[in-house]
Structures are given as C-alpha cells and as structure tokens.
C-alpha cells in the first residue's frame, strides 16, 4: 500500500470512528429501542395495595406509568429518585404532566405500612401512588421488571437493617408495556425529554 493510501485509509477510519462519537452523543438515549435493551420480555401487570385501595397497573391505560422499587427509610437514593420524578413532572404543562402516574413501590412491607407510603409518596408528588404487598407479591413484582432488592442487617443500627436494591426508573408505555429504563444519575431534563418523546 502506497504512502498516499495508508494515509487515506488512516484518515477514512479517524473519521468514522469521529462520526460514531458524535452519533453516540447527540442521538438521545431516549430514542433506542426497547427490543435492542432487552425490554420485551420484561415488565407486565401487577396488583399491589395502597392506602386508598388495590392498585393495578391496567388502571392507568393510556397515561405514562412511572415506577420506582425502594422503601421509605432509604437515606439518600430513594429521595434523590423520587424528588427527579417529580421535578421532571412539574417541568410539563399540567396537560401533559396528567398524563402520567408516578408509582413507588415499597420492598420492605414490614415498616413500610400503607399509611406511611401515603404520606412519604405524596411528599414527593400529590399523586404519587405509594403500594406494597405480600413478600410474594413483591418478589413477582420485582422479577417480572428485572429489578433486585435485598435485607442487609445493621449491627448495632436502630433500624435493624437496610436494604439494597435496584435504582432505576420504570417506565410504563401507555398500553402497560415497559418502554424504557432510567439510570439512576439521569437528570431532571433529560427525564423531561424523555416522558415528551412519549406524549
């Protein structure tokens, strides 16, 4: 290969490796598809309970479902996830913004009663759900949306333990599909755009 070559070659690979940085970058995350993310399988109805009364999913056809796995005495995470929630929903028009159920859904039923999720939630957002369920139910719950959630004991704490779990951001489409996954870190805006894209 000639000098003249290899430096065109060379410079025909700087610049596709160039063009898939910038696509990489300006082409919203937002905008992949679920099927490439391995969402298909994922997600589906469910039936939990909340102060007000049971709560399924298929209630909220044709509005966007937000859903987040945690529990009340979560000391950093929870809040910061909750409070992204409802910031990206009030950053809507109030059309827009009634179109979508924020849901936090408690994996640790033993402290987190109903009354307490009640009140936690709609610190957050005047109409996030706060539910919970049997030890069974919430397991089904977690597996069927790939999340994770585990008790980790706390020596010597009054709380007696903590526990673990997945931080991410569910969203529901509006036929009960899960479409997309939040990381948790995503800011206010680029959740705003996200629940737009979808609306």
């Excluded at 089904?140 to 526990?163: D, R, W």
Aim: charged share 15%; proline share 4%; hydrophobic share 40%.
């Amino acid at each position: 290969m000639s000098t003249s070559n290899k430096f065109l070659y060379v410079l025909a690979l700087i610049v596709l490796f160039s063009a898939g940085l910038l696509l990489a970058k300006y082409t919203p995350w937002t905008q992949q598809s679920a099927a490439s993310k391995g969402y298909a399988n994922l997600g589906g109805d469910f039936t939990l309970e909340s102060l007000a009364g049971e709560v399924k999913l298929e209630d909220y056809r044709g509005k966007l479902v937000l859903i987040y796995f945690g529990f009340t005495s979560c000391p950093d995470v929870c809040p910061t996830a909750l409070s992204y929630i409802a910031a990206s929903m009030r950053a809507l028009t109030p059309d827009l913004e009634a179109q979508i159920q924020p849901i936090f859904v408690s994996v640790d039923p033993k402290r987190d009663t109903l009354d307490n999720l009640a009140k936690y939630s709609a610190y957050f957002h005047p109409r996030m759900l706060g539910v919970t369920g049997s030890e069974g139910q919430i397991d089904q719950v977690v597996k069927n949306y790939g999340a994770y959630y585990s008790f980790i004991p706390l020596e010597g704490s009054a709380l007696g333990y903590t526990v673990d779990h997945t931080s991410r951001i569910y969203l529901i489409g509006q036929e009960g599909q899960l479409i997309s996954t939040i990381a948790h870190g995503a800011s206010v805006d680029e959740i705003t755009a996200l629940l737009k894209s979808h609306l």
